[in-house]
């Protein structure tokens, strides 16, 4: 079988790739950024960017699924640097997979597509898209996931999107070693009451679900379903970040800011950085106040049973492993 990975040279691709690899498929993937080691492992390498419409149709050509995983993630930027690579990238994609005749697309989604400001426990893909977004991330994603879903059917093309919740593992350059360095320079409080409980994902579950998303779409899945991905157990977020700063011996989180104050605050850093147009992001934000002060945790019901999904790699083992790899 012939596969386009997007993104293919990121955190989560390059455990996709990894997961084709086994399968001895004929894998190319189409990135901005050369990806040497993976040329050298027999993969054909596409450089250019899901926003250039020659690039995405010359990818697509003469194959039979495709993972479209590359996106702009982030909680700050233009509304522009969000909707060019995540929206008009993603229509792209499916533009190509209709002329080249490709049957299968798996698309790497969010959960963040359904935030509204509130809080989720055990909540499933009956939810609805967001509202009140707070990020141009979580907008823009939810946007092209819909067009994704509603793609299925069209010209042969059957779809399916996932929504892994914080990724993370061996090789992660931004969840954890973020976390790491603002407790190491003692920027990092805990929001809220420190007992919110939230959904993490190890990426090699994740990449193995997208692998279990093809063979579901080879098997007669109708296609046009998203899924929420997960450990499959909910962690207490801020007892889980103390485990992690255990095991490097930083010292723990106790200094605590409520989520109102934390919300505040990010939303005067919004005002400041955009007025006088300041370059990185700011050290809060609305939508981060949010999602580090409450719930979100999701049943994944839907993924196990359709798709044959299981969180293999365990979260202590996972933690584990990349607390080596760093050490």
Known sequence: MKVLVTGGGGFLG??????????????????????????????????GNITDVEIVEQACSEVDAVFHVAAKAGVWGNWNSFYQPNVIGTQNIIKACNSQKVTKLIYTSTPSVVFNGDSFSGANESLPYGKNWLCHYAHTKAIAEKEILEANGTNGLKTIALRPHLIFGKGDPHLLPRVIQKAKSEKLRIVGN????????????AASAHVK??????????????YFLSQDQPVVLWQWINQLLKKLNIPKLEKNISLKKAYNIGFVMEVIWKTLNLKGEPPMTRFVAVELAKNHWYDISAAKNDLGYEATVSTDTGLNQFVKSIK
């Open 213 to 226: 998303a093809l063979d579901a779409l080879e098997n007669n899945h109708p296609g046009g379903k998203a």
């Open 194 to 205: 420190g007992q919110n409980r939230v959904d993490i994902t190890h990426v090699t579950n």
């Open 14 to 47: 390059r455990y996709i790739v990894k997961e084709l690899q086994s399968r001895n498929y004929d894998i190319s993937i189409l990135g901005r950024s050369p990806q040497d080691d993976l040329v050298a492992q027999g993969i054909k390498f596409i450089q």
